[in-house]
């Protein structure tokens, strides 16, 4: 699995950067015991390790998210991973934050990383996870540019490490239990939606 973000210190807890928080946050917390995801291999930051039966490929491509398919592709050839047993992680700025969809298939919704590997990939028929990064006073005809780029206030930061922890879960899920399943469970809205400030 691929989660998306920049690499280097000034892109460290932006929103743009969700893909790459859920990775850490699964490397810490595999059920086989932490692993570092550190070792490069088709130009993307990788770790291994095991869910139940599965063994999984956690990667962080370095390539800047709009050139993420670049990444994606090398690693999908190299271990001839299915696309059905492929999922990438991405922030959405549709959703609010603390919100997960999860989707088999489906457009890029504006997302430049994810664009780039429908591009790469030649198909857009790949599980995705994104993570919700839109904040209360997100206003939809502003730059999404700067904005994704930016960092959490510190309402939207407790909403948003909330929705990490259920990305997680829903990551175990799908390896587990398959897309179906994930879905099911991962895409109903919380009883009480939180509100950021």
Do not use: W
């Not at 407790?158 to 239990?177: E, H, K, M, P």
Request: charged share 20%.
């Amino acid at each position: 699995m691929a989660g998306l973000g920049n690499p280097g210190d000034r892109y460290t807890g932006t929103r743009h950067n969700a893909g790459f928080e859920v990775i850490d946050a699964l490397a810490r917390t595999a059920p086989g015991g932490a692993v570092r995801v550190d070792r490069l291999d088709c130009r993307a930051l990788t770790g291994r390790t095991r869910v139940g039966e599965s063994p999984v490929l956690l990667a962080k491509p370095q390539t800047f998210m709009n050139c993420s398919g670049e990444s994606v592709k090398g690693l999908l050839n190299r271990y001839e991973i299915p696309l059905e047993r492929f999922l990438v992680v991405v922030d959405d700025a549709a959703l609010p934050v603390g919100r997960i969809r999860i989707r088999a298939s489906g457009s890029s919704g504006g997302q430049k990383g994810l664009q780039n590997i429908i591009d790469c990939l030649g198909t857009n028929a790949f599980p995705r996870l994104r993570l919700g990064v839109a904040g209360a006073h997100l206003v939809q005809s502003e730059d999404l540019a700067d904005y994704v780029l930016a960092r959490f206030g510190k309402a939207e930061r407790s909403l948003f490490d909330g929705a990490v922890g259920n990305a997680c879960d829903a990551v175990i899920s799908f390896l587990t239990s398959g897309l179906e399943t994930a879905m099911n469970t991962f895409n109903r809205p919380p009883e009480d939606p939180p509100t950021a400030q």
